[in-house]
T-cell receptor, first 114, second 111 residues
Framework: NAGVTQTPKFQVLKTGQSMTLQCAQD?????MSWYRQDPGMGLRLIHY???????DQGEVPNGYNVSRSTTEDFPLRLLSAAPSQTSVYFC?????????????FGQGTRLTVV | ELKVEQNPLFLSMQEEKNYTIYCNYS?????LYWYRQDPGKSLESLFV?????AVKQEGRLMASLDTKARLSTLHITAAVHDLSATYFC???????????FGKGITLSVRP
């Protein structure tokens, strides 16, 4: 069981370039989210989705787009990369079921914008 | 706006001693999560606390939740080197697709 898979693991972009960070989960989870982690800042929510076709903004959405055409995939697009987007990006998925549900995180994508 | 505060942000621990770290949050929330992160790695779920008075234990770690005080504590019993990591608490409004994280507490266990 692969869980949450993120690709690539590392990426260097030049300012102004665009790219897509991929996230796929094989647990049939309804919820998926993108976070960025910066030193001393914890994790901050970028965008999230509660199901296919439904997305919404989190705390720091500017400069990022998302879409959710399938339950399994939730790509994050950087339209015009900026140095301020240098960060580690984590994708997470979780079940919508009540009770003891936790979010499962991918291995992260370390992005550097030069 | 939901805020989550953890303190201290760094804690140097001595082996075999007991410690407690804290997580405060600003508004009522349905559940609280504790995660562990090793350097350069992803986040590993430790505990999910769902109700006032909830207590969960795993090995040398015990987490509790006081929803009235909006406070969770993580108690470490007889610290060992393997517990060296960064510990995050996170709070969600019921839908755990929207977690608000604290800044994390980095624990370092020395002999």
């Amino acid at each position: 069981n692969a869980g949450v898979t993120q690709t690539p693991k590392f990426q260097v972009l030049k300012t102004g370039q665009s790219m897509t960070l991929q996230c796929a989960q094989d647990m049939n989870h309804e919820y998926m989210s993108w976070y960025r982690q910066d030193p001393g800042m914890g994790l901050r929510l970028i965008h999230y989705s509660v199901g296919a076709g439904i997305t919404d903004q989190g705390e720091v959405p500017n400069g990022y787009n998302v879409s959710r055409s399938t339950t399994e995939d939730f790509p994050l697009r950087l339209l015009s990369a900026a140095p301020s987007q240098t960060s580690v990006y984590f994708c997470a998925s979780s079940s919508a079921g009540g009770g003891n549900t936790e979010a499962f995180f991918g291995q992260g994508t370390r992005l550097t914008v030069v | 706006e939901l805020k989550v505060e953890q303190n201290p942000l760094f804690l140097s621990m001595q082996e075999e001693k007991n410690y407690t770290i804290y997580c405060n949050y600003s508004t009522t929330s349905d559940r609280l999560y504790w995660y562990r992160q090793d350097p350069g790695k992803s986040l590993e779920s430790l505990f999910v606390l769902l109700s006032n008075g909830a207590v969960k234990q795993e090995g040398r770690l015990m987490a509790s939740l006081d929803t009235k005080a909006r406070l969770s504590t993580l108690h470490i019993t007889a610290a060992v080197h393997d517990l060296s990591a960064t510990y995050f608490c996170a709070v969600g409004p019921g839908a755990n697709s929207k977690l608000t994280f604290g800044k994390g507490i980095t624990l370092s266990v020395r002999p």
